[in-house]
Structure formats: C-alpha cells, structure tokens
C-alpha cells in the first residue's frame, strides 16, 4: 500500500509540473511506466477522485 501512495504521490507532483500540457493522462503514463489504465485505476483508487477531476479541479490561490 506504501508503494501505491508513494506512485500516486508521484503522479500528483508530476501533473502539477505539467498540469499546462495535453495529454497529460498519456505523457504521465509513459513517464511513470505503467499502462493508461493502470494509472487511471491506482490514482482513483488512493485518492477517490480520478485523474481527469484532479487536474480541471479549481486552483485555491494563496493570498
């Protein structure tokens, strides 16, 4: 489970360094390693949201 978060963790820090990019779903995939499908599945699964809310979600600015 460690593993899983610590993938996750990754994935979040990864999408908020590309989170201007198309595609993110596939560029992340390949970089991480692992399939679409998988990422999709273990980002869900941590996290309770999926990949595709997390990146449109609104930003909180900090004032």
Excluded at 4 to 25: A, F, G, P, S, Y
Excluded at 29 to 37: E, F, L, V
Excluded at 38 to 59: A, E, I, N
């Amino acid at each position: 489970m460690r593993e899983w978060m610590e993938t996750v963790q990754h994935m979040i820090d990864w999408i908020e360094n590309h989170v201007d990019e198309t595609k993110i779903l596939n560029k992340l995939s390949r970089d991480i390693g692992d399939s679409t499908w998988y990422c999709s599945v273990l980002f869900h699964d941590v996290t309770g949201m999926t990949l595709k809310s997390y990146v449109l979600r609104p930003v909180k600015k900090i004032k």
